[in-house]
């Protein structure tokens, strides 16, 4: 599937921010939309965002190939002038990649909760142990002291399950 500019929606624009961890970049990637070249003092002054931080997460986009990068001297400074152009086509791709990611860590952490039987004091704050550390510990709490007791992790394992279902089925596996 091609992406186009305009089939960039605001539900993609946020789940790339997600994965940059930039929340400004669901800013500077419309700014981007609209023009089909541009540079970082451009967007700087067009978004309110601080050059630097401009700056850092154009170089986040560019890491993931999702904007492409230009360089030109500036004849009267010498100075190097960076313009910026969306790769929309990367998009997806970019997208499906952070999607099957999330997947694997799904996965192994179903796995975990499927093979580890829980004990747990119960108590806020402290931490569920696997049954092997808590016959170590003779079954009682590291944190608090409070005995570990059984702890049911079939709610766990069935939101973990569903969630995966979800994924696969987006990713069409
Ligand atoms: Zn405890």
Not at 9 to 21: E, P, S, V, Y
Not at 149 to 165: A, C, G, I, S
Request: charged share 35%; with cysteine; hydrophobic share 35%.
């Amino acid at each position: 599937m091609v992406t186009t500019l305009s089939s960039i929606d605001d539900a993609t624009l946020m789940r790339i921010a997600q994965a940059l961890g930039e929340e400004d970049a669901v800013k500077l990637i419309e700014i981007l939309k609209d023009l089909d070249e541009t540079t970082d003092d451009e967007i700087a002054n067009k978004t309110g965002i601080r050059l630097n931080s401009v700056r850092k997460i154009l170089y986040k986009l560019y890491d993931h190939s999702l904007v492409s990068l230009r360089r030109t001297r500036d004849p009267k400074t010498g100075w190097f002038i960076f313009h910026w152009k969306l790769q929309p086509d990367q998009m997806e791709g970019f997208i499906l990649s952070q999607k099957r990611r999330v997947l694997e860590k799904l996965n192994i952490r179903l796995e975990y909760e499927k093979n580890h039987d829980f004990y747990f004091c119960y108590t806020l704050g402290c931490k569920r142990v696997p049954f092997e550390e808590a016959v170590e510990l003779v079954f009682k709490c590291p944190t608090c002291g409070k005995p570990l007791m059984h702890y049911e992790n079939d709610k766990l394992v069935d939101t973990l399950t569903k969630k995966v279902e979800e994924l696969r089925k987006e990713l069409g596996e």
